[in-house]
């Protein structure tokens, strides 16, 4: 079997102590193959963004394993972990920096990695998720919710990793702009080979981007499908078919 680009093995996180615990994640398990786009649906508060923290380190204090190409994570994270790994969040606007210059911000990991062709690699990046080089020049203000998302997005790939994890990347922009950045990730991982593990509430974007789908609830994966599961509504699980029942446009081929 070809050793995953990302398993997670039996992942729980807690937060809080004693009575006042409360289990965020239980013994969850999934595989993420090399190229392949996985997508977690839960409600608010199912667990779902909890996981890709926990995957980044953001929550150190998790049991389970966190295995990227068939090794541990090493704890804490470190720098060669982050080339692997990249997250994009939900918020484009509070990821930037107000006062600096897309251009500053998009230096800081070349400077950090201490990667060369810095300019070159800037404008490269912003072409490739639809911008055009100028945009280096503008401030965060100076650009609309999707444009932000797509800085965001080509952050996240100015140190060429294999997997980006994706909170959310468009629930905070209207649903006329959504479309436009998803197709621009679907372009990037065709383009690039990379691994997406995308978190949302809404199954219709989850269905769009994924070939598979874990259904998260209270902190369990409850049942994992693929999009021809969904589109057939061969779900076994009540949570997932009330989740279909409320997203009709999701079991709809694109």
Known sequence: MTTPSLEIVNLSVSFGHGRASVQAVDKASFRVARGEAFGIIGESGSGKSTILRAITGLHDGYDGEVMINGKPAPRPRNRDFFKT????????????????????????????????????????????????PEFAYRYPHQLSGGQRQRVAVA????????????????????????????????????????????????????????????????????????????????????????????????????
């Open 85 to 132: 790994v990249q997250m994009v969040f939900q918020d484009p606007y509070s990821s930037l920096h107000p006062r600096r210059m897309i251009r500053a911000t998009l230096m800081e990991p070349l400077e950090i990695y201490r990667l060369d062709r810095r300019e070159a690699r800037i404008a490269q990046v912003l072409v490739d998720v639809g911008l055009a």
């Open 155 to 254: 952050r996240a790939l100015l140190l060429e990793p294999e997997i980006l994890l994706l909170d959310e990347p468009t629930s905070a922009l209207d649903v006329s702009v959504q479309a436009g950045v998803l197709n621009v990730l679907n372009a990037l991982r065709r383009a690039r080979g990379l691994s997406y593990v995308m978190v949302s509430h809404d199954l219709r974007v989850v269905a769009h981007m994924c070939s598979r789908i874990a259904v998260m609830t209270q902190g369990n994966i409850v049942e994992e499908l693929t999009v021809e599961d969904l589109r057939a509504q061969r779900a076994t699980q009540p949570y997932t078919r009330t989740l279909i029942a409320a997203s009709p446009a999701a079991v709809t081929a694109d």
